[in-house]
């Protein structure tokens, strides 16, 4: 795609801050009034980005059954980075990668990644099959922190992980089957670089990707419910793999 829309405040104000795309057009619904258009003017006109007040009817158009608030930026599609470049980013021993094995709900995956960012991941490995595109939606539910994580997207993903692990990575998968808790696990293995492997809402982690995986970790339940929503999930264990960093 040539160019696509960003839309919402939250995923506007990160592309504006970020300026990892191509920013082409900030169009604001005529008649907007917010107190945070101030700053996004502001970041517009620091990022060298025209502001221009749009009907309605002309924004509906550029972002189709998207909920805009209002706002629409025009901008280049988001650039992914290579496999390489994504394992080495970040400091060593303290990498942290969250790899998507078949999570094709865009939603949960945008969550998964503001999740990341969130806790501090260099970066998101997805496949090119089984994850959707990168675009306003994930973008939405990410809450703009897709403009910010490094996402690489492989033909394979097993063969992306078992580079990974060359590269001195420990591959760790989630896996509600597993006898071995989230919480339990070594701090030693928390203290090096890590593939966090999430896999597909209803099916988990396929076969070959649990055989890859050095350790498969389950989060204990209390409840009557046996597992956690994918986004829940994963929010979870990047957020212990980040606590596992602190001295």
Excluded: C, Y
């Amino acid at each position: 795609m040539d160019s696509e829309p960003v839309v919402g405040f939250h995923p506007v104000r990160e592309a504006l801050r970020a300026r990892r795309r191509r920013l082409v057009r900030l169009h604001v619904r005529a008649g907007l009034r917010r107190p945070e258009l101030g700053e996004l003017r502001s970041l517009a006109r620091a990022a060298g980005v025209p502001v221009v007040e749009t009907p309605a009817e002309a924004l509906n158009h550029l972002a189709p059954g998207a909920r805009t608030q209002g706002l629409v930026l025009e901008a280049g599609p988001l650039p992914e980075v290579g496999l390489e470049e994504l394992l080495a980013a970040g400091e060593a021993g303290r990498r942290r990668v969250v790899a998507l094995d078949g999570v094709e709900d865009p939603q949960n995956v945008g969550a998964l990644l503001r999740a990341a960012e969130g806790a501090g991941a260099s970066g998101a490995l997805l496949s090119e099959r089984h994850a959707p595109p990168l675009g306003s939606v994930v973008s939405r539910a990410s809450a703009g922190a897709l403009e910010h994580l490094p996402v690489a997207r492989v033909v394979n993903l097993a063969r992306a992980l078992e580079r990974a692990k060359e590269r001195g990575f420990w591959v760790v998968g989630l896996d509600p089957d597993s006898s071995e808790s989230l919480f339990d696990s070594p701090d030693a293995l928390w203290r090096s670089d890590l593939a966090i492997v999430l896999g597909g809402e209803g099916k988990g982690l396929r076969h070959g990707i649990r055989r890859l995986a050095d350790h498969r970790l389950a989060i204990p339940m209390r409840g009557r419910v046996g597992s956690l929503n994918v986004a829940t999930a994963g929010a979870l264990a990047l957020v212990e793999a980040a606590r596992r960093l602190e001295p």
